[in-house]
């Protein structure tokens, strides 16, 4: 069973950069699909990118371009490069892996908090 904890959340200006980081213990990543998810306030969580562990990723159309998943499986971590941040980014954002044998599993990080605001 894998562990997740992220970090790297905060405030930040319209405009700003972010990354935030998701390092894993328990089991290796390579084993796992992982993604970051985000939830808004009065919001459903909603899935904001994901990577396979062959680099294959995809985005939610509204971040496309200006955010970018990525993963290091020697470091047993995954991160997300938040570009050109948007009010409408800020919620609570949440890792996520899914073994690749068995992808009705999730496993979370507790999530950390994106504010953007002037």
């Known amino acids: 069973q894998v562990q997740l904890v992220e970090s790297g959340g905060g405030l930040v200006q319209p405009g700003g950069s972010l990354r935030l980081s998701c390092a894993a213990s328990?089991?290796?990543?390579?084993?796992?699909?992982v993604g970051w998810y985000r939830q808004a306030p009065g919001k459903q969580r909603e899935l904001v990118a994901g990577?396979?562990?062959?680099?294959?990723?995809n985005y939610a159309d509204s971040v496309k371009g200006r955010f970018t998943i990525s993963r290091d499986n020697d470091k047993n971590t995954q991160y997300l490069q938040m570009n050109s941040l948007k009010p409408e980014d800020t919620a609570v954002y949440y890792c996520?892996?899914?073994?690749?044998?068995?992808?009705?599993?999730?496993?979370w990080g507790q999530g950390t908090q994106v504010t953007v605001s002037s």
């Open positions: 996520n892996a899914k073994p690749v044998w068995a992808a009705q599993i999730n496993y």
């Open positions: 328990g089991s290796s990543l390579s084993f796992y699909t």
């Open positions: 990577i396979t562990g062959g680099g294959a990723a």
